[in-house]
């Protein structure tokens, strides 16, 4: 109970006067309840051809019709569930292995440390949209569930770096070399000690980690490489795009695919900035600021009078 | 010195990793690729070529060491066979027309990014708290989360097809013939404007971050304390002995950016049918183009190497502590 009513305190304390958290986790969570009551918000089924080609918004579809006669509003719902699920997935699968390794070659370090480092920095260098490309296009249509798979496996160096480096600062604490002292196991270290304090910056590996998911599921199914019979945000952009709804005036078809996208993208991005805000407080801006100013010049003004 | 000799021996390890990468994904693949390619090429190449491929991409009796021997050999010597989707042109020949394309785009987007975004970035910290430093970081931080493609979609309908202020699409006009004239210029850089646009909306946000957390922190140093104590004016505290200190973190930050701008790359040239190297690669996997793909991902590869090496040299340059 203690425990449950500090962990609602330490949120509500992220919050407060944390205005771009606020407005991001609200984008979020209004998509992530929307996509999760779709039944609910739409009456038809995303599959089924339920009008005419690419027809406008209406009272009736509110979002208007695909080329194929689907409704938009209904896929974008459905669809995000896909694309939701995706992103959470590989970002879980990314910060698993980027605390896993990060803390590994921190807290062990010598030869550890150069293998696993080696490896990262390899990783790290490679441009990764081409590799994901590579890899699609041998893999073939590739559905949401190998998508996610392959975006956590070649997405973690970049967290497992800063992840070490946490570590390493960690490491020399004394009340790690306390707990080395008393014996306690390398694993109890590891997991009791030095996790609990990298939860910050992993929070922030994973929502950062889910924004380029969603980013890069919706770019490799745009360029045809995802399993276009699944309904995501991105197979959506990619059927807008091969049935040249550009070009006959049927904006919705991929201008709502877009919304969606940009922002649930824009709302983990503010949901990011705010973390990096609290665990770096240097990086503040806002009204703190105003406050410190006034009173830093009141400060002078009063120093000048005496 | 030393510092540049362990990068380039970690680049060319790096390079060696990317080919052993293109070597295996053939081998490792389920069915033949070769049959796939010659059903999707439709029976217009001949046997000899069939059995090239084959040797290439693994399905020989040959061990693999042999093979593997042999496919680096290929490499080195730039002798990657001809094209299946543009059937007899050499791979080499069809990557080198498109290369200057990429390079152009992406080296003017990045540089571009660079120069708006660490100014932005520079007036956000020297106005700490001010209305530039409270929304703009935001703001671009926002334009940057929209996925690449999205943002290119976006432009593409606003501006080339619905204003129709610029062009639908490709590097130049093709009714022109390429020659160095004004004219041929202009319709060059008149064809780069959205691309160029929609790359440098989506990179600003990383750079003015990057400059704004790194002058906060130079911002506390005993330094500037000093030279405000001597008097010196804001502006030239900011420009002389702030923002040179500040400008090395950009500088690492080049080569994340690189693997990104290349990302980009690939949408925005799909989206605007630009002829470069991304827009290529889409093509050869829809063709099914294997030997045409491989190359175009080594030398999206290298060249994210060879920039991420001038960046080195360039942060050796700036930070004498390096140069012992």
């Given at each position: 109970?203690?425990?449950?009513?500090?962990?609602?305190?330490?949120?509500?304390?992220?919050?407060?006067?944390?205005?771009?958290?606020?407005?991001?986790?609200?984008?979020?969570?209004?998509?992530?309840?929307?996509?999760?009551?779709?039944?609910?918000?739409?009456?038809?089924?995303?599959?089924?051809?339920?009008?005419?080609?690419?027809?406008?918004?209406?009272?009736e579809h509110i979002m208007g019709s695909t080329r194929a006669g689907k409704d938009v509003w209904s896929q974008a719902l459905y669809?995000?569930?896909?694309?939701?699920?995706?992103?959470?997935?590989?970002?879980?699968?990314?910060?698993?292995?980027?605390?896993?390794?990060?803390?590994?070659?921190?807290?062990?370090?010598?030869?550890?440390?150069?293998?696993?480092?080696?490896?990262?920095?390899?990783?790290?260098?490679?441009?990764?949209?081409?590799?994901?490309?590579?890899?699609?296009?041998?893999?073939?249509?590739?559905?949401?569930?190998?998508?996610?798979?392959?975006?956590?496996?070649?997405?973690?160096?970049?967290?497992?770096?800063?992840?070490?480096?946490?570590?390493?600062?960690?490491?020399?604490?004394?009340?790690?070399?306390?707990?080395?002292?008393?014996?306690?196991?390398?694993?109890?270290?590891?997991?009791?000690?030095?996790?609990?304090?990298?939860?910050?910056?992993?929070?922030?590996?994973?929502?950062?980690?889910?924004?380029?998911?969603?980013?890069?599921?919706?770019?490799?199914?745009?360029?045809?490489?995802?399993?276009?019979?699944?309904?995501?945000?991105?197979?959506?952009?990619?059927?807008?795009?091969?049935?040249?709804?550009?070009?006959?005036?049927?904006?919705?078809?991929?201008?709502?695919?877009?919304?969606?996208?940009?922002?649930?993208?824009?709302?983990?991005?503010?949901?990011?900035?705010?973390?990096?805000?609290?665990?770096?407080?240097?990086?503040?801006?806002?009204?703190?600021?105003?406050?410190?100013?006034?009173?830093?010049?009141?400060?002078?003004?009063?120093?000048?009078?005496? | 010195?030393?510092?540049?000799?362990?990068?380039?021996?970690?680049?060319?390890?790096?390079?060696?990793?990317?080919?052993?990468?293109?070597?295996?994904?053939?081998?490792?693949?389920?069915?033949?690729?070769?049959?796939?390619?010659?059903?999707?090429?439709?029976?217009?190449?001949?046997?000899?070529?069939?059995?090239?491929?084959?040797?290439?991409?693994?399905?020989?009796?040959?061990?693999?060491?042999?093979?593997?021997?042999?496919?680096?050999?290929?490499?080195?010597?730039?002798?990657?066979?001809?094209?299946?989707?543009?059937?007899?042109?050499?791979?080499?020949q069809v990557l080198s027309n498109t290369l200057p394309w990429t390079v152009f785009l992406a080296g003017t987007a990045t540089i571009?990014?660079?120069?708006?975004?660490?100014?932005?970035?520079?007036?956000?910290?020297?106005?700490?708290?001010?209305?530039?430093?409270?929304?703009?970081?935001?703001?671009?931080?926002?334009?940057?989360?929209?996925?690449?493609?999205?943002?290119?979609?976006?432009?593409?309908?606003?501006?080339?097809?619905?204003?129709?202020?610029?062009?639908?699409?490709?590097?130049?006009?093709?009714?022109?013939?390429?020659?160095?004239?004004?004219?041929?210029?202009?319709?060059?850089?008149?064809?780069?404007?959205?691309?160029?646009?929609?790359?440098?909306?989506?990179?600003?946000?990383?750079?003015?971050?990057?400059?704004?957390?790194?002058?906060?922190?130079?911002?506390?140093?005993?330094?500037?304390?000093?030279?405000?104590?001597?008097?010196?004016?804001?502006?030239?505290?900011m420009t002389h002995y702030a923002a040179r200190n500040a400008i090395l973190p950009v500088v690492t930050a080049v080569s994340m950016?690189?693997?990104?701008?290349?990302?980009?790359?690939?949408?925005?040239?799909?989206?605007?049918?630009?002829?470069?190297?991304?827009?290529?690669?889409?093509?050869?996997?829809?063709?099914?183009?294997?030997?045409?793909?491989?190359?175009?991902?080594?030398?999206?590869?290298?060249?994210?190497?060879?920039?991420?090496?001038?960046?080195?040299?360039?942060?050796?340059?700036?930070?004498?502590?390096?140069?012992?």
């Amino acid at each position: 109970m203690k425990t449950l009513l500090s962990i609602i305190g330490g949120i509500a304390g992220f919050y407060q006067g944390n205005a771009a958290g606020i407005i991001g986790t609200t984008i979020v969570a209004i998509i992530v309840v929307m996509c999760l009551s779709a039944p609910a918000l739409t009456e038809y089924d995303p599959n089924k051809r339920v009008a005419r080609g690419h027809e406008p918004p209406s009272a009736e579809h509110i979002m208007g019709s695909t080329r194929a006669g689907k409704d938009v509003w209904s896929q974008a719902l459905y669809g995000g569930r896909v694309s939701l699920m995706v992103a959470f997935a590989a970002a879980t699968v990314t910060s698993i292995i980027a605390l896993a390794i990060g803390v590994s070659a921190g807290y062990f370090g010598g030869r550890i440390d150069e293998t696993l480092m080696a490896v990262t920095n390899v990783m790290l260098v490679f441009p990764q949209l081409p590799l994901l490309i590579i890899l699609a296009a041998f893999l073939g249509n590739v559905g949401p569930f190998i998508i996610a798979l392959i975006l956590g496996l070649t997405s973690w160096p970049w967290g497992a770096r800063v992840m070490r480096s946490q570590t390493l600062a960690i490491r020399n604490k004394e009340f790690i070399t306390a707990a080395e002292i008393m014996g306690e196991s390398k694993w109890r270290i590891i997991v009791v000690e030095i996790m609990p304090n990298l939860i910050s910056l992993a929070a922030g590996m994973f929502v950062g980690t889910a924004l380029y998911a969603i980013g890069a599921q919706a770019g490799l199914e745009f360029l045809g490489l995802g399993d276009p019979t699944v309904i995501s945000w991105g197979t959506m952009l990619y059927w807008a795009q091969s049935s040249a709804a550009f070009f006959v005036g049927a904006w919705w078809d991929f201008l709502v695919p877009g919304t969606f996208i940009a922002l649930i993208g824009g709302g983990l991005a503010l949901i990011n900035i705010s973390i990096d805000e609290v665990s770096n407080p240097k990086l503040k801006t806002g009204s703190y600021l105003k406050k410190w100013r006034r009173l830093n010049a009141e400060v002078q003004a009063k120093r000048r009078e005496a | 010195m030393a510092f540049i000799l362990r990068r380039l021996v970690f680049y060319s390890v790096a390079i060696f990793v990317a080919i052993t990468f293109n070597f295996i994904m053939p081998r490792l693949m389920p069915g033949d690729p070769v049959d796939a390619m010659f059903a999707a090429a439709g029976g217009k190449l001949p046997p000899e070529t069939l059995a090239a491929y084959q040797e290439m991409l693994g399905f020989v009796d040959a061990p693999l060491w042999q093979q593997y021997l042999q496919y680096l050999k290929s490499v080195v010597t730039f002798d990657l066979g001809p094209s299946i989707m543009l059937f007899p042109t050499p791979v080499t020949q069809v990557l080198s027309n498109t290369l200057p394309w990429t390079v152009f785009l992406a080296g003017t987007a990045t540089i571009l990014a660079i120069f708006i975004g660490c100014f932005i970035g520079l007036y956000a910290s020297y106005n700490r708290g001010g209305f530039v430093d409270k929304y703009v970081p935001v703001f671009w931080q926002f334009v940057a989360s929209m996925p690449q493609a999205v943002t290119a979609l976006l432009i593409f309908f606003v501006f080339a097809l619905t204003l129709k202020w610029f062009p639908l699409g490709f590097g130049f006009n093709p009714d022109m013939e390429p020659a160095v004239t004004p004219g041929f210029i202009g319709t060059i850089l008149y064809h780069a404007v959205l691309p160029l646009v929609t790359l440098v909306l989506s990179m600003i946000a990383t750079w003015v971050f990057t400059m704004r957390n790194s002058m906060v922190n130079v911002l506390g140093e005993d330094y500037i304390a000093m030279a405000k104590a001597k008097g010196l004016s804001a502006r030239r505290i900011m420009t002389h002995y702030a923002a040179r200190n500040a400008i090395l973190p950009v500088v690492t930050a080049v080569s994340m950016a690189l693997g990104f701008a290349v990302a980009g790359q690939v949408f925005i040239e799909t989206v605007y049918n630009y002829p470069g190297v991304g827009q290529l690669i889409i093509k050869a996997v829809a063709a099914r183009d294997y030997p045409l793909m491989q190359a175009c991902f080594l030398l999206i590869v290298i060249c994210v190497l060879i920039a991420n090496f001038i960046a080195d040299i360039l942060y050796v340059w700036l930070d004498p502590r390096l140069r012992k």
